[in-house]
């Protein structure tokens, strides 16, 4: 039996940057989608309302690839109260040819993250129009701050909003990314003033209520959303999807059971049956996204197995090449 390689989040912070590279593996994973061959079963997910958690388990095999990921993410969101972290979580690499395992990649969630974060630079390199000036953000922790930064490598702008419910969250974050992208960066108090200032804005937060709002919606806007992978929750108003020029989800049959086309479905704004075009599609031409430089468009992210197959695949070619990580007979 071949030994399993392991890797820690210290290996794999390491290895595995936020960087162009990044968003290209996970467009990889989205063009691959389109094809129509990749195999990736729905999401087992799991609410556990006592302890304020929940734990989703994705995977997907693709076509060509050695190997495929099956990968583990619990949020338990009272845990900063106990001094831990909401997220954390791990990946497991198989071989697909015999099954067996071949790593192990104790991430704490790192992997999520930078897979997450790279769905919206990728939304955004294929939707956003090609001139930003202003981004904004909804929302104040990890994601708000790795999307920005994300978004920042294919549309590079000189400026960034922050809007949070928590003033001193938001200042924080503000100041991060200031620092981190060596731009300007400040508070927005009023979120609709924020998206009205923004040409892509990108919403990071758990909500189970809209933060933007339809009237908010201004010729030239793409949205990013990433927050609702839950049934439940929602960020965007339902409204929008009768304004939007485009709307493009990350998974058609994901988003209508957890994304924000769940919500507009059952708010009586959206058929059940409508069929829009993945991100995928519109990645490998079989699909138009954004027509005009006037349109407004809206990618629904709701995280897909494929991205984790693909991110995990990435960062052990990368520790097979660094020589990094630990090994454990099988």
């Not at 467009?27 to 006592?50: C, K, N, Q, T």
């Not at 690499?93 to 104790?106: H, I, P």
């Not at 922050?162 to 400040?186: P, Y």
Request: net charge negative; with cysteine.
């Amino acid at each position: 039996m071949p030994d399993i390689s392991i890797l820690t989040e210290a290996d794999l912070r390491a290895l595995v940057k936020l960087d162009l590279e990044a968003v290209d593996v996970v467009e990889s994973a989205f063009r691959a989608l389109a094809s129509g061959e990749v195999i990736m079963p729905p999401i087992l997910s799991m609410d556990i309302p006592a302890a304020n958690g929940e734990v989703d388990v994705k995977t997907a095999y693709i076509p060509g690839f050695d190997g495929f990921a099956i990968k583990v993410s619990p949020g338990f969101f009272d845990n900063p109260k106990l001094g831990l972290p909401s997220l954390n979580g791990l990946m497991i690499l198989f071989s697909a040819k015999t099954g067996l395992v071949e790593a192990l990649l104790l991430d704490n969630g790192y992997l999520t993250d930078v897979r997450t974060a790279a769905a919206g630079a990728v939304a955004a390199r294929h939707l956003a129009p090609e001139s930003v000036t202003t981004a904004g953000v909804i929302g104040t922790g990890v994601q708000a701050r790795l999307q920005i930064e994300a978004a920042h490598l294919v549309r590079p702008f000189e400026r960034v909003l922050v809007w949070g419910r928590d003033a001193g969250n938001a200042k924080k974050c503000a100041a991060d990314l200031a620092e981190s992208l060596g731009i300007e960066a400040r508070v927005e108090t009023d979120p609709a003033r924020l998206v009205g200032e923004s040409q892509l804005v990108v919403t990071t937060t758990p909500s189970r209520a809209p933060v933007i709002r339809a009237d908010w919606l201004h010729s030239g806007l793409h949205i990013t959303a990433m927050g609702s992978d839950q049934p439940g929750k929602v960020e965007i108003d339902p409204a929008v999807f009768g304004r939007v020029d485009a709307y493009v989800p990350d998974r058609l049959s994901q988003c209508r059971t957890q994304g924000e086309l769940r919500a507009a479905i059952e708010a009586g704004q959206v058929e059940v049956g409508t069929v829009f075009p993945e991100l995928g599609e519109v990645i490998a031409g079989q699909a138009q996204g954004r027509k005009f430089a006037s349109d407004i468009t809206f990618a629904d992210l709701t995280g897909t197995g494929a991205q984790d197959t693909a991110i995990a695949t990435h960062a052990v070619a990368l520790a097979v090449t660094a020589g990094a990580g630990s090994r454990i007979a099988s």
